[in-house]
T-cell receptor
Framework: QQQVRQSPQSLTVWEGETAILNCSYEDSTFDYFPWYHQFPGESPALLIA?????NKKEDGRFTIFFNKREKKFSLHIADSQPGDSATYFCASHNYAQGLTFGLGTRVSVFP | NTKITQSPRYLILGRANKSLECEQH?????MYWYKQSAEKPPELMFL???????RNETVPSRFIPECPDSSKLLLHISAVDPEDSAVYFCASSQGQFSNERLFFGHGTKLSVL
């Protein structure tokens, strides 16, 4: 059973558009929600993360929106650039299970 | 990423035994082995904190980890199976609780003949 559900599996946007990636979880003990991105042939790298005390976290063009009641969080990539093309993994953490990754969203940004 | 170095970068194995090596230069206490199969997310195999094995996920017994000191991690592999073909990432974090940033090495791509 997938602990963290991520959608869509793939996403294509035009340069300048906002890409929206979604994740949901079931376990209310999760306490940390990072997003990692991974370019082809490279290792995953932390992009941005949020803790449940906040409902929004911004870092430049990247924003996490967090809804604790609905157990959902999303990543918005504003003004998407071709260089943002990568696979994005959401993840959730609790002390019992550690870090659990979603299945990933492959984002393609076309100029 | 020279902060976490892994060797070798590529590995082709038949039935031979081999060890993957990792060294981190970040002063972190926790070190991890992750397996990433094609089109899949990273999956945790092992977690060490201060040289102690903290987490040992369901991993075939042909994979044996070793942590000779807090900055080095080894993964000994014997009698590989085709399902073992994947990229093996070493990672580290400041502490054992992964509710903080994980730093990944560049990985070792294992291909099983």
């Amino acid at each position: 059973q997938q602990q963290v559900r991520q959608s869509p599996q793939s996403l294509t946007v035009w340069e300048g558009e906002t890409a929206i990636l979604n994740c949901s979880y079931e376990d209310s003990t999760f306490d940390y929600f990072p997003w990692y991105h991974q370019f082809p042939g490279e290792s995953p790298a932390l992009l941005i993360a949020i803790r449940p005390v906040s409902n929004k976290k911004e870092d430049g063009r990247f924003t996490i929106f967090f809804n604790k009641r609905e157990k959902k969080f999303s990543l918005h990539i504003a003004d998407s650039q071709p260089g943002d093309s990568a696979t994005y993994f959401c993840a959730s953490h609790n002390y019992a299970q550690g870090l659990t990754f979603g299945l990933g969203t492959r984002v393609s940004v076309f100029p | 990423n020279t902060k976490i170095t892994q060797s070798p970068r590529y590995l082709i194995l038949g039935r031979a035994n081999k060890s993957l090596e990792c060294e981190q230069h970040l002063g972190h206490n926790a070190m991890y082995w992750y397996k990433q199969s094609a089109e899949k997310p990273p999956e945790l195999m092992f977690l060490y904190n201060l040289k102690q094995l903290i987490r040992n996920e369901t991993v075939p017994s042909r994979f044996i980890p070793e942590c000779p000191d807090s900055s080095k991690l080894l993964l000994h592999i014997s009698a590989v199976d085709p399902e073992d073909s994947a990229v093996y990432f070493c990672a580290s974090s400041q502490g054992q609780f992964s509710n903080e940033r994980l730093f990944f090495g560049h990985g070792t791509k294992l291909s099983v003949l």
